[in-house]
C-alpha cells in the first residue's frame, strides 16, 4: 500500500512541476518552455555510489584489502524502503567507480543484519584463518524483529563473520552472539579497530544515549571495558553508528583519539547528524580533551553541518604508507529518505573524503576534503581570475561545464561583504542558494526552490546554516555537484555541509551575487567529471 500511495504522490508532484513550468519566465521575461521533469533514473547520480535497485543507508564493514577498497551497506533488496536488512556489497580501486557484488550477508532465524564494521586480521587471532588464507571478520548487530515486535529489550546482540575469500563469501561464526544484550533496547552498530598503541581489538557500540568500549585479543570474547557519552554532546535523538581511532595531529608527533558518534535526531540542522569527541584513550577509557569535558547539546563539532551526510564511518586497513584516515556517509537523512522521488533504487553515498586533525590555539578540531582520487575524473577545465563581482554574475553555464557532474573551487580575499551568496538554476526557475553571511559569520544553504520539495514537510522547511569556524581574513571553497547533491567544503575542510535536491531540469547555469557594492572573486576553477 505504501509504494501505490508514493507513486501517487510523486505522479501528483510531476504534474504540478509540469504544469509550473509552462507558466514560468526566464530572467528575460520570456515564457519558459515546459519540457519533461526529471523523475526515478534521472536522478541517479553520476558518481556517488548507489545500489543497482531498492533500498540503501547506512555504510558498513569497510575495509581495503589487495588493492580494492570494500564497501558493505545496509540493504533491503526486495522494496525500496526500509525492511529486512541485509549487507549489500560493492568495491573500488579509488573510493570514486564502484561495482556492486552479490549480496554479503542475510537475515536468518537470529535476525536481520544491521550495522556493523570488518577488519583484516592479519596476524590470524581469531583462528579463523587456514591454508595461508588471511581471514576478513566482520561484527554486526542481530536485530530479532519479533523480539522487538513484542516489547523485549534485549532483542539486539553482536555477532561475527568471517571470510576467507577476500570477502565475497562469508560463514557466520557458531558461537554468536559473542556479545549478549545486558538489557538495553538500542545496542548496536559495533566498530572494531585494531588498536596497535595497546596490543588489541578495540570494540565501541552504540547504546541508546552512550558508547560502550570493549577489548579483545581475538575478536571473539570481548570484555566490557568502560562507557562514554552521558550527559555529553547532542542527545536529540538516539547514538548510532559510531566509530573511534587515534590520529596524529597535522604538523606534529602528537597523537589524539577520535570518537565519531551518529545520533538521531537531534543532528544540526534537524533530523540525522554526526558529532564527534576528541581526547586520550589509556587502552580502557575515553576521556575528551578539557574544551569538551562540559560539552552540551549547542555545539560546532559536527563532521557535517547538513542534512543529508549520516551514518558515516571510515575505512579499516588503509596502508601505512598512504597514511590517511578515509570517511564515507550516508547521503540521506532518516526525516525523508523513504519519502524521496526515487522509486527504483533509493538513497547514495557521499564522495569519500579525508579526514584530518587541527590543532588551533590549543583547539582541536577535525576537517575533511574530497579524497584525492576525484581528481582523476577531471576532464575539461575553465578557470578565470580577478573577477568583479557587481550584483548577479553569471560564473558559469552549462555550455562550458556540465553542472550535474562538476568540481568547482574559488577564492575571496578581504572579506567586507555582508552575503557572498550563490546560486544554481535552471530555465525552468528552480533554484539552489548557498553562500556565507559575513556579518553573522555563518554559512547557509536552501533548497527551498530547488525543484520538488513536497514529498516530505521536513525536506526544505528551513534553510541549513553552519558556523564559520576559520578566522581567515579570505574565504576558500570546494563545490561538488552531482545531479541530485552539493558537497561544500569550506575554508579548507573546516565547515562542510552536505544536502541533496531532485530538480525539475538540470542546473544549467552557476552565478554569484554582491548584496552591497561589489567584490572581486580572486580565483575560480571549474572542472568536468567525467565518468564511463
Same mark, same amino acid.
Given at each position: 500500500m505504501k509504494r501505490i500511495v508514493n507513486l501517487m504522490l510523486i505522479s501528483a508532484l510531476t504534474f504540478a512541476s509540469i504544469t509550473s513550468c509552462m507558466d514560468r519566465k526566464d530572467k528575460g521575461g520570456k515564457e519558459a518552455v515546459a519540457m519533461e521533469v526529471?523523475?526515478?533514473?534521472?536522478?541517479?547520480?553520476?558518481?556517488?555510489?548507489?545500489?543497482?535497485?531498492?533500498?540503501?543507508?547506512?555504510?558498513?564493514?569497510?575495509?581495503?584489502?589487495?588493492?580494492?577498497?570494500?564497501?558493505?551497506?545496509?540493504?533491503?533488496?526486495?522494496?525500496?524502503?526500509?525492511?529486512?536488512? #541485509?549487507?549489500?556489497?560493492?568495491?573500488?580501486?579509488?573510493? !570514486?567507480?564502484?561495482?556492486? $557484488?552479490? @549480496? %554479503?550477508?542475510?537475515? =536468518? +532465524?537470529?535476525?536481520?543484519?544491521?550495522?556493523?564494521?570488518?577488519?583484516?586480521?592479519?596476524?590470524?587471532?581469531?583462528?579463523?584463518?587456514?591454508?595461508?588464507?588471511?581471514?576478513?571478520?566482520?561484527?554486526?548487530?542481530? #536485530?530479532?524483529?519479533?523480539?522487538?515486535?513484542?516489547?523485549? !529489550?534485549?532483542?539486539?546482540? $553482536?555477532? @561475527? %563473520?568471517?571470510?576467507? =575469500? +577476500?570477502?565475497?563469501?562469508?560463514?557466520?561464526?557458531?558461537?554468536?552472539?559473542?556479545?549478549?544484550?545486558?538489557?538495553?533496547?538500542?545496542?548496536?552498530?559495533?566498530?572494531?579497530?585494531?588498536?596497535?598503541?595497546?596490543?588489541?581489538?578495540?570494540?565501541?557500540?552504540?547504546?541508546?544515549?552512550?558508547?560502550?568500549?570493549?577489548?579483545?585479543?581475538?575478536?571473539?570474547?570481548? +570484555?566490557?571495558?568502560?562507557?562514554?557519552?552521558?550527559?555529553?554532546?547532542?542527545?536529540?535523538?538516539?547514538?548510532?553508528?559510531?566509530?573511534?581511532?587515534?590520529?596524529?595531529?597535522?604538523?606534529?608527533?602528537?597523537?589524539?583519539?577520535?570518537?565519531?558518534?551518529?545520533?538521531?535526531?537531534?543532528?544540526?540542522?534537524?533530523?540525522?547528524?554526526?558529532?564527534?569527541?576528541?581526547?586520550?584513550f589509556d587502552g580502557k577509557e575515553f576521556t575528551p580533551v578539557d574544551e569538551m569535558q562540559d560539552l552540551g547539546e549547542d555545539h560546532n563539532y559536527w563532521i557535517d553541518f547538513g542534512k543529508d551526510n549520516y551514518a558515516g564511518v571510515t575505512w579499516a586497513n588503509i596502508p601505512e604508507e598512504n597514511g590517511r584516515k578515509l570517511f564515507i556517509g550516508w547521503m540521506s537523512n532518516w526525516q525523508y529518505a523513504q519519502e524521496v522521488p526515487t522509486e527504483t533504487w533509493r538513497s547514495a553515498m557521499t564522495v569519500a573524503r579525508e579526514l584530518k586533525l587541527e590543532k588551533n590555539d590549543g583547539s582541536y578540531m577535525i576537517t575533511s576534503v574530497p579524497a584525492r582520487e576525484l581528481k582523476n575524473y577531471r576532464s575539461i577545465n575553465y578557470k578565470e581570475e580577478n573577477v568583479k563581482i557587481n550584483g548577479t554574475t553569471k560564473l558559469i553555464d552549462s555550455a562550458k561545464i556540465d553542472l550535474s557532474s562538476a568540481e568547482i573551487r574559488f577564492k575571496i580575499s578581504d572579506l567586507k561583504q555582508t552575503d557572498y551568496k550563490f546560486s544554481l538554476s535552471n530555465s525552468q526557475g528552480d533554484e539552489l542558494v548557498f553562500g556565507y553571511d559575513h556579518a553573522e559569520k555563518e554559512f547557509y544553504l536552501d533548497r527551498s526552490k530547488a525543484g520538488q520539495t513536497g514529498f516530505s514537510e521536513d525536506f526544505a522547511n528551513k534553510i541549513s546554516t553552519a558556523p564559520r569556524i576559520s578566522d581567515a581574513g579570505d574565504l576558500t571553497g570546494i563545490i561538488i555537484l552531482d545531479k541530485t547533491s552539493v558537497e561544500l567544503f569550506f575554508d579548507d575542510g573546516k565547515t562542510v555541509m552536505t544536502e541533496i535536491f531532485f530538480p525539475n531540469y538540470p542546473w544549467e547555469q552557476l552565478s554569484v551575487s554582491a548584496e552591497n557594492g561589489e567584490f572581486t572573486l580572486d580565483q575560480i576553477d571549474a572542472y568536468q567529471l567525467k565518468f564511463k
Open positions: 526529471q523523475k526515478d533514473e534521472d536522478f541517479r547520480p553520476n558518481f556517488h555510489f548507489t545500489p543497482e535497485k531498492n533500498w540503501m543507508n547506512d555504510p558498513n564493514g569497510m575495509f581495503f584489502y589487495n588493492g580494492y577498497f570494500h564497501l558493505f551497506f545496509q540493504h533491503y533488496p526486495d522494496d525500496n524502503v526500509w525492511g529486512p536488512m #541485509h549487507w549489500g556489497h560493492a568495491i573500488s580501486t579509488d573510493m !570514486i567507480t564502484w561495482k556492486e $557484488q552479490p @549480496i %554479503a550477508l542475510e537475515p =536468518d +532465524e537470529k535476525g536481520y543484519i544491521f550495522s556493523g564494521s570488518a577488519v583484516v586480521d592479519n596476524e590470524n587471532t581469531s583462528g579463523f584463518g587456514k591454508d595461508g588464507k588471511v581471514p576478513i571478520v566482520a561484527m554486526f548487530t542481530y #536485530h530479532d524483529p519479533k523480539g522487538a515486535e513484542a516489547g523485549e !529489550i534485549d532483542h539486539q546482540s $553482536q555477532a @561475527i %563473520a568471517y571470510s576467507l =575469500d +577476500e570477502g565475497k563469501t562469508w560463514t557466520k561464526y557458531e558461537g554468536n552472539p559473542v556479545i549478549e544484550n545486558p538489557g538495553i533496547k538500542d545496542f548496536r552498530d559495533p566498530k572494531v579497530i585494531w588498536d596497535g598503541i595497546h596490543q588489541q581489538w578495540v570494540m565501541v557500540l552504540a547504546a541508546d544515549d552512550k558508547s560502550m568500549f570493549y577489548i579483545s585479543k581475538n575478536l571473539k570474547d570481548w +570484555e566490557l571495558a568502560s562507557e562514554f557519552g552521558k550527559g555529553l554532546g547532542a542527545h536529540g535523538g538516539v547514538w548510532e553508528c559510531p566509530d573511534f581511532f587515534p590520529m596524529y595531529v597535522e604538523d606534529s608527533d602528537e597523537v589524539k583519539w577520535v570518537l565519531i558518534q551518529s545520533l538521531n535526531p537531534g543532528g544540526y540542522n534537524g533530523g540525522s547528524g554526526t558529532q564527534y569527541f576528541i581526547g586520550d
